[in-house]
């Protein structure tokens, strides 16, 4: 039991909530055998959103801030471990991306911060466990993100031939695109997802995480002006590779466009923000011939969104993930169970035409216990 068994853990930009999903990866197949969200206790939320919009912290309370987050990661997996009656040595690897807190794939020193202490998760499920995916790929030239592409792209492999056109498209915090269809394999951000929509919301009333439906965006109208401000920012005229999160969109970029429109409501400029997203999505897929758009992550629930996508697209066939067999909330947490064995198995994790590496190479960094006994070895290769 469990021979081919991974645990991905993802917990996204916009901080709803902790994703782990059990995967199993026997001969190359992909099945999601069981998952669960744990939601944030709230205080670890504020500090984590504390952390991302000031950008400072003591170092005693970013150490702690890590082991906080681990012992809550630990306590998803080992709940999610007991309904499936398994343990630890079941679980062939954890694959953990770590709560992301700063990006930062350009200038002289790039690197991607993420909130991790890989040796609390490990030693408090007894599982291996595999975290820092993207600094082997910032440390050779890449943005370090996305990552998820090739998994996409095996993952739906037996669609690719059925569609003129194939794209997932993940709607977080950050939205980011695959396009499966055609090489070579393409991927990258298109922009905000939900995270300005989120802080709006969020500023009127802490307590209401998301929009539901996007039913308060549908109450209002779009405002041209600041949607053309909006749009004015250089990221969307960027080319692939590309790559962003909080520390471009965050609170103060929005402030810095609403101080011009002091009399706009408060639908309104949530309407305005989410005809943003749509927009920034639409524009990515311009040059490609109309096809099928896979839809998961938390935006895959907001009605307004994607009807206001799907004006925009007509002519394309957009479906949920879990239309398709595939839950749409674990698809991120799925795809870090596949960069870990990915992974052990000395198998590239990134693809450097998405990324813009020199090379694809192995990512990810392993923190072994000596009493698990997971099928990998990482010397049997050099025997």
Known sequence: MGKHYYIGIMSGTSLDGIDVALVAMPNNTISLLGALEMPFEPKLRRDILALCQTQTIALRDFGQLCVRLSLAY???????????????NDICAIGCHGQTVYHLPGGPYPFSMQLINASVLAAETGITTISDFRSMDLALGG??????????????????????????????????????SGQPLVGFD???????MDLWLQ????????????????????CDALLADCLADPYFAL??????GRELFNFNWLQQKLIHYPALCFEDVLATLSQLTAISISQSLTHLSPGLLLVCGGGAKNSHLLHNIQALLPNWQIELTTNFGVDGDFMEAMAFAWLAKQCLERQNGNDMLVTGASRNEILGQICQLKHHQWQGDLTKDQQ
Do not use: C
């Open 74 to 88: 630990a306590k998803a997996v080992n709940q999610l471990l007991a309904q499936h009656q398994l343990n630890g």
């Open 143 to 180: 943005q370090g993100a996305p990552l998820v592409p090739p998994f996409h792209q095996q993952l739906f492999e037996h669609l690719q031939q059925q569609y003129s056109a194939l794209v997932l498209l993940n709607i977080g915090g950050i939205a980011n695109v695959s396009i499966l």
């Open 190 to 196: 298109t922009g905000p997802g939900n995270v300005l």
């Open 203 to 222: 500023q009127q009333n802490p307590e209401q995480l998301f929009d539901h439906n996007g039913e308060l965006a549908a109450k209002g109208q779009v």
């Open 239 to 244: 080319t692939a590779p590309k790559s962003t």
